[in-house]
């Protein structure tokens, strides 16, 4: 059974930092790109920023320099540090993992809640 558990959400205030965790069971970790998208009420799901399994990134250009994505292969977990928090940034983010082989399979989190406010 595939499981992916997001954690690190919370409430900030403008300018702040939050790091999420997300760890992995059920899957090769190695063979997957894990991601970070977010959903604001509204509003589409949106790629925040991807890490490939070469730990090659790719990040959205609202959060360009303020955040980064990592991961650690030996503990099947992704993190996203994301620093100078802004209001817009408040959504429900998702981890994902897309298989990179094939047969391809993606796999979401539940999702953690990120709140910027004053």
């Known amino acids: 059974q595939v499981q992916l558990v997001e954690s690190g959400g919370g409430l900030v205030q403008p300018g702040g930092s939050l790091r999420l965790s997300c760890a992995a069971s059920g899957i090769v970790f190695s063979e997957y790109t894990m991601g970070w998208y977010r959903q604001a009420p509204e509003k589409q799901r949106e790629l925040v920023a991807e890490i490939e399994n070469t730990a090659a990134a790719n990040y959205a250009d609202s959060v360009r320099g303020r955040f980064t994505v990592s991961r650690d292969d030996a503990k099947n977990t992704v993190y996203l540090q994301m620093n100078s928090l802004k209001p817009e940034d408040t959504a429900v983010y998702y981890c994902?993992?897309?298989?990179?082989?094939?047969?391809?399979?993606?796999?979401w989190g539940q999702g953690t809640q990120v709140t910027v406010s004053s």
């Open positions: 994902n993992a897309d298989r990179i082989f094939w047969p391809s399979a993606v796999y």
